[in-house]
Nanobody, 116 residues
Framework: QVQLVESGGGLVLPGGSLRLSCSAS????????MGWYRQAPGKQRELVAL???????NYADSVKGRFTISRDNAESTVYLQMNSLKPEDTAVYYC??????????WGKGTLVTVSS
């Protein structure tokens, strides 16, 4: 069994920062791409950031310049540093991992609330 566990969510003021972490457990072989998705109430899940095993990154336009994704391959862990947070960033953030062409894993999510 492979599981992804997110941590680091919480309540933060607008303009503040949070760092999310996601660790994979029970992995026999290392994962390839990892990323973060988010889903706000009443909205569809959207890709926030993606990082390949080689370290290449992609970001949603809405978070470019504010969020940074990184990973520690030895620990099968991915991070999302979120700065200059806005109320519209409020959502449940989900960790995602891929191995090969067809294997996909999802975490259960961590809630990020940006509010005063």
């Amino acid at each position: 069994q492979v599981q992804l566990v997110e941590s680091g969510g919480g309540l933060v003021l607008p303009g503040g920062s949070l760092r999310l972490s996601c660790s994979a457990s029970g992995v026999v072989f290392s994962v390839d791409d990892m990323g973060w998705y988010r889903q706000a109430p009443g909205k569809q899940r959207e890709l926030v950031a993606l990082i390949t095993r080689g370290g290449r990154t992609n970001y949603a336009d809405s978070v470019k310049g504010r969020f940074t994704i990184s990973r520690d391959n030895a620990e099968s862990t991915v991070y999302l540093q979120m700065n200059s947070l806005k109320p519209e960033d409020t959502a449940v953030y989900y960790c995602h991992a891929a191995r090969g062409l067809s294997i996909r894993y999802w975490g259960k999510g961590t809630l990020v609330t940006v509010s005063s």
